[in-house]
């Protein structure tokens, strides 16, 4: 800013520790039901399972999704579920996943990445911490 005229300054809407809530997304996915989704997508992939093992996936997620909740980051799933289901639509292909958002496994059930971080016993931790 320093090198241009005041009135073509740029001019910053939020701090980057603070996460935006009015995401430019449609409207059935802002009043999305972000635990219901990811449990209804989750019934989906574990309905083969033997109970035991879906039990322990359930809490999995469960546990994920309170991490999630007390980081604030509920608009932020609801984005992401937006910008996957909108490709999926659009046949785009993306990679198997990337870095430590792989050891997420909300993500893994949002269709994010293809990395089951419950089954390679990958800790939330090394991508979701305070």
Not at 39 to 61: G, I, N, P, S
Not at 95 to 110: E, F, K, P, Q, T
Request: aromatic share 10%; charged share 25%; hydrophobic share 40%.
């Amino acid at each position: 800013n320093r090198h241009v005229p005041k009135e073509q300054e740029i001019t910053v809407k939020s701090t980057c520790n603070r996460i935006m809530s009015d995401w430019n997304i449609p409207q059935e996915y802002k009043n999305l039901d972000v635990v219901r989704y990811l449990f209804d997508k989750h019934y989906d992939m574990t309905r083969t399972l033997d109970e035991q093992e879906t039990v322990a996936r359930d809490h999995r997620l469960a546990m994920e999704l309170k991490m999630y909740d007390s980081l604030h980051l509920q608009d932020v799933l609801r984005a992401i579920i937006w910008v996957i289901n909108t490709m999926l639509d659009a046949n785009v292909v993306w990679g198997v996943g990337r870095g430590s958002s792989v050891s997420s496994y909300v993500l893994y059930v949002a269709g994010v990445h293809d990395v089951d971080s419950y089954a390679y016993d990958l800790d939330i931790r090394d991508f979701l911490h305070e």
